[in-house]
C-alpha cells in the first residue's frame, strides 16, 4: 500500500499554462505539506496544512495555489508557469502539526517547464 | 535565522568501509533533529530523529547518530556500508510546534565496489 502517492510523477509543459500536481495520504495523517526540490536538491517547504487548514505559506508566488479538500488530499495548482518552477515536488504528511511526528514523503513529481 | 548545513556535498566510500556525514544547525533553542535519505527517483524516507535524552540515537538500516550540543552537530554514522546506501542524504531540523522543517542542502553519497 502506498502511503503517500502523488500524481504525475513526471510533468512537462510549457511556460504560461496551467497544471496541477495530486496528492493522497492514506495513513490518517491531520497535516500534510508541499516540498519544492530544486535542480542542486535543495529542499524547502512550500505550505503545510493542518486539517485541511492553511498553517504555512513560505512566501511562494501566488501563482502556485494549494487546495485541500480533505484531510487526506493536497493538491497544487500552479498557474503561469515559469521556467523556474522547474523542480521536484514532493508531497509529505505527519500525523500531527507537532516536531515530534515523523513526515512521510511521496514519491515526488517532476516539473519541466519549456 | 534558522539554518542546517552539511559541509560535505559529495562523498565517496568504499563498501565495508566506515561512513559519517556531518550536519551543523543554528537555532536559537535546541531542534528536533532528524536525518532522511532519498534513494535516485525516490521520495525521502526518515533514518532516524531526536528529541532529547541519549545523545547516540539508533535508526534504521545500521545507522546511527549523535547530537553534540556543544558544537552545534548532529553527525550519521554507519560502520560498513554497503552498495544500496549509495543515494543522497539529508539532515533537517525542526521545532516542536508547528512541524516546519528546514533542511540541509544534501549529501551524495557514491559507493565504490
Known amino acids: 500500500d502506498t502511503a503517500v502517492s502523488q500524481t504525475p510523477k513526471y510533468l512537462v509543459t510549457q511556460m504560461g499554462n496551467d497544471k496541477s500536481i495530486k496528492c493522497e495520504q492514506n495513513?490518517?495523517?491531520?497535516?500534510m505539506y508541499w516540498y519544492k526540490q530544486d535542480s542542486k536538491k535543495f529542499l524547502k517547504i512550500m505550505f503545510s496544512?493542518?486539517?485541511?487548514?492553511?498553517?504555512i505559506n513560505e512566501t511562494v508566488p501566488n501563482r502556485f495555489s494549494p487546495k485541500s479538500p480533505d484531510k487526506a488530499h493536497l493538491n497544487l495548482h500552479i498557474n503561469s508557469l515559469e521556467l523556474g518552477d522547474s523542480a521536484v515536488y514532493f508531497c509529505?504528511?505527519?500525523?500531527?502539526?507537532?516536531?515530534?511526528?515523523?513526515?512521510?514523503f511521496g514519491p515526488g513529481t517532476r516539473l519541466t517547464v519549456l | 535565522a534558522q539554518s542546517v548545513t552539511q559541509p560535505d556535498i559529495h562523498i565517496t566510500v568504499s563498501e565495508g568501509a566506515s561512513l559519517e556525514l556531518r550536519c551543523n544547525y543554528s537555532?536559537?533553542?535546541?531542534?528536533?533533529l532528524f536525518w532522511y535519505v532519498q534513494s535516485p527517483g525516490q521520495g525521502l524516507q526518515l533514518l532516524l530523529k531526536?528529541?532529547?535524552?541519549?545523545?547516540l540515537v539508533q535508526g534504521i538500516k545500521g545507522f546511527e547518530a549523535e547530537f553534540k550540543r556543544s558544537q552545534s552537530s548532529f553527525n550519521l554514522r554507519k560502520p560498513s556500508v554497503h552498495w544500496s546506501d549509495a543515494a543522497e542524504y539529508f539532515c533537517?531540523?525542526?521545532?516542536?510546534?508547528?512541524?516546519?522543517?528546514?533542511f540541509g542542502g544534501g549529501t551524495r553519497v557514491l559507493v565504490k565496489p
Open positions: 533537517a531540523a525542526g521545532k516542536a510546534a508547528g512541524n516546519k522543517l528546514t
Open positions: 509529505a504528511s505527519s500525523l500531527r502539526l507537532a516536531g515530534v511526528d515523523e513526515q512521510f
Open positions: 496544512y493542518n486539517n485541511k487548514e492553511l498553517i
Open positions: 495513513l490518517g495523517h491531520d497535516t
Open positions: 531526536y528529541f532529547s535524552g541519549d545523545t
Open positions: 537555532y536559537g533553542a535546541t531542534p528536533y
